[in-house]
């Protein structure tokens, strides 16, 4: 098979560590001791090794490195990561291949260990520009750190940096948002971030900010219920202590400005919450967004291969005890498997692709499920866009500025099978 007929495909490897968990993160992640890194690294070697022998009949165009914290490992685990990845898998030399780093964890030797990896790309969570927020998330760095961080990416040669910032986070104003994004654009990075901050279960957060708490009923849709009272926390805080969330007016007003502001300093918007100078959409999530298919390495990484979604273990302890050389290897390191029915794929691909800015393609539909948009969609998008809240242009269907505003409820709209 030449690589002309090779399929494209994304790789995403997880690494589950950090040096401290922030307080409102619901990931696959956790602390733990320099010896794991070692055995996980090998491991996941084994995995890369027993993938990369299945999937000969792709090209990887795009590689994440994500986490977690992969800056917390020591870089040259990273720069093995990366040889076993060029060795297993046929990888595109022009491929976008990113790390993931925070700047607590982050030293200028290891920015140079991953360039010399091929490492072309470094995404840096920064979150906010202001100390206390960032103490208030519970994240390690300071604005200062990120600054030499950002600098130290620069002169290592990296010319493809993302920002991650975080909008809606306690303690947060309009203006501080705007000094945010100010101090951020100066240093002109070529891709931006911006997702809102989500209260999840079973993070310090749901316990402070989430459903039926106080503070946030007025946010809230949920049945009030039980709220921590005046007894400190596990931090020692009691509920009068925590800072306040913006409200929702606030958080409208911070959600528009972030729009006009990044548009002014030459961001194009690309993706809900996704921004970049032209020429550095980051191409692994428009990949995601354009189902492309991608394989997750790693604890507890997700996969779309084939029509199917599967994701590994999620304990590190049988993900550590698994032995690749098993002929059921496949199946012990991923016991569910779905299979998508055209119904679910037809919905993934208007909701995913619907995030994207330019829209869904009538003429992609047609060439994916072989049936014409207007036939499994139609009624609902006549009303849509009789309602404003989609634009039809050409081939292209798209949410309009205030389809965005409400995107969940749009996105909705397109559910075909029973939730
Ligand atoms: S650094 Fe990222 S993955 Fe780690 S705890 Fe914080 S938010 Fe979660």
């Given at each position: 098979?030449?690589?002309?007929?090779?399929?494209?495909?994304?790789?995403?490897?997880?690494?589950?560590?950090?040096?401290?968990?922030?307080?409102?993160?619901?990931?696959?992640?956790?602390?733990?001791?320099?010896?794991?890194?070692?055995?996980?690294?090998?491991?996941?070697?084994?995995?890369?090794?027993?993938?990369?022998a299945?999937?000969?009949?792709?090209?990887?165009?795009?590689v994440?490195?994500?986490?977690?914290?992969?800056?917390?490992l020591?870089?040259?685990?990273?720069?093995?990561?990366?040889?076993?990845?060029?060795?297993?898998?046929?990888?595109?030399?022009?491929?976008?291949?990113?790390?993931?780093?925070?700047?607590?964890?982050?030293?200028?030797?290891?920015?140079?260990?991953?360039?010399?990896?091929?490492?072309?790309?470094?995404?840096?969570?920064?979150?906010?520009?202001?100390?206390?927020?960032?103490?208030?998330?519970?994240?390690?760095?300071?604005?200062?750190e990120?600054?030499?961080?950002?600098?130290?990416?620069?002169?290592?040669?990296?010319?493809?940096?993302?920002?991650?910032?975080?909008?809606?986070?306690?303690?947060?104003?309009?203006?501080?948002?705007?000094?945010?994004?100010?101090?951020?654009?100066?240093?002109?990075?070529?891709?931006?971030?911006a997702?809102?901050?989500?209260?999840?279960?079973?993070?310090?957060?749901?316990?402070?900010?989430?459903?039926?708490?106080?503070?946030?009923?007025?946010?809230?849709?949920?049945?009030?219920?039980?709220?921590?009272?005046?007894?400190?926390?596990?931090?020692?805080?009691?509920?009068r202590?925590?800072?306040?969330?913006?409200?929702?007016e606030?958080e409208?007003?911070?959600?528009?400005?972030?729009?006009?502001?990044?548009?002014?300093?030459?961001?194009?918007?690309?993706?809900?919450?996704?921004?970049?100078?032209?020429?550095?959409?980051?191409?692994?999530?428009?990949?995601?967004?354009?189902?492309?298919?991608?394989?997750?390495?790693?604890?507890?990484?997700?996969?779309?291969?084939?029509?199917?979604?599967?994701?590994?273990?999620?304990?590190?302890?049988?993900?550590?005890?698994?032995?690749?050389?098993?002929?059921?290897?496949?199946?012990?390191?991923?016991?569910?498997?779905?299979?998508l029915?055209?119904?679910?794929?037809?919905?993934?691909?208007?909701?995913?692709?619907?995030?994207?800015?330019?829209?869904?393609?009538?003429?992609?539909?047609?060439?994916?499920?072989?049936?014409?948009?207007?036939?499994?969609?139609?009624?609902?998008?006549?009303?849509?866009?009789?309602?404003?809240?989609?634009?039809?242009?050409?081939?292209?269907?798209?949410?309009?500025?205030?389809?965005?505003?409400?995107?969940?409820?749009?996105?909705?709209?397109?559910?075909?099978?029973?939730?």
């Open positions: 098979m030449t690589k002309k007929q090779k399929k494209p495909l994304e790789l995403y490897i997880h690494i589950p560590f950090c040096a401290r968990k922030c307080l409102y993160c619901d990931f696959l992640s956790f602390r733990t001791l320099a010896a794991v890194h070692e055995a996980y690294v090998e491991q996941l070697i084994r995995e890369i090794e027993a993938e990369g299945s999937c000969q009949e792709y090209q990887v165009v795009t994440f490195i994500g986490g977690g914290t992969p800056s917390v020591e870089p040259e685990l990273i720069r093995d990561v990366c040889l076993a990845v060029r060795r297993a898998f046929d990888v595109a030399q022009d491929a976008e291949i990113t790390i993931e780093v925070n700047p607590g964890t982050l030293l200028q030797n290891k920015l140079h260990i991953y360039r010399a990896a091929g490492i072309n790309r470094v995404s840096i969570g920064l979150q906010s520009a202001d100390n206390r927020e960032l103490e208030n998330l519970g994240r390690i760095h300071s604005f200062e990120f600054l030499k961080s950002f600098q130290c990416a620069r002169m290592a040669g990296f010319a493809n940096i993302n920002v991650d910032l975080m909008s809606g986070i306690p303690g947060q104003t309009l203006e501080s948002w705007r000094n945010t994004l100010k101090k951020v654009t100066m240093l002109k990075p070529e891709h931006i971030s997702y809102s901050l989500i209260i999840e279960e079973g993070t310090p957060f749901w316990d402070r900010y989430g459903a039926g708490c106080e503070k946030t009923a007025a946010k809230s849709a949920h049945q009030p219920g039980t709220c921590p009272g005046e007894a400190p926390d596990r931090f020692g805080l009691r509920r202590d925590y800072p306040e969330l913006p409200d929702e606030e409208n007003r911070i959600y528009h400005l972030t729009r006009t502001f990044l548009a002014e300093q030459g961001y194009e918007r690309y993706e809900i919450s996704n921004y970049a100078r032209p020429g550095f959409a980051c191409r692994h999530n428009v990949g995601y967004w354009t189902e492309v298919e991608y394989l997750g390495l790693g604890l507890g990484a997700s996969s779309f291969l084939g029509g199917c979604r599967f994701c590994n273990e999620r304990d590190l302890e049988r993900y550590l005890g698994l032995d690749f050389a098993a002929e059921d290897w496949a199946e012990r390191l991923r016991p569910q498997f779905t299979r029915s055209r119904e679910a794929r037809m919905e993934e691909f208007m909701f995913l692709g619907l995030r994207m800015i330019r829209g869904i393609s009538e003429i992609d539909f047609v060439a994916t499920f072989g049936v014409k948009l207007d036939s499994v969609y139609g009624p609902v998008i006549e009303r849509l866009v009789k309602n404003g809240l989609l634009r039809r242009e050409g081939v292209w269907l798209s949410l309009t500025e205030w389809g965005m505003d409400v995107s969940n409820f749009v996105l909705g709209e397109f559910l075909l099978t029973s939730a």
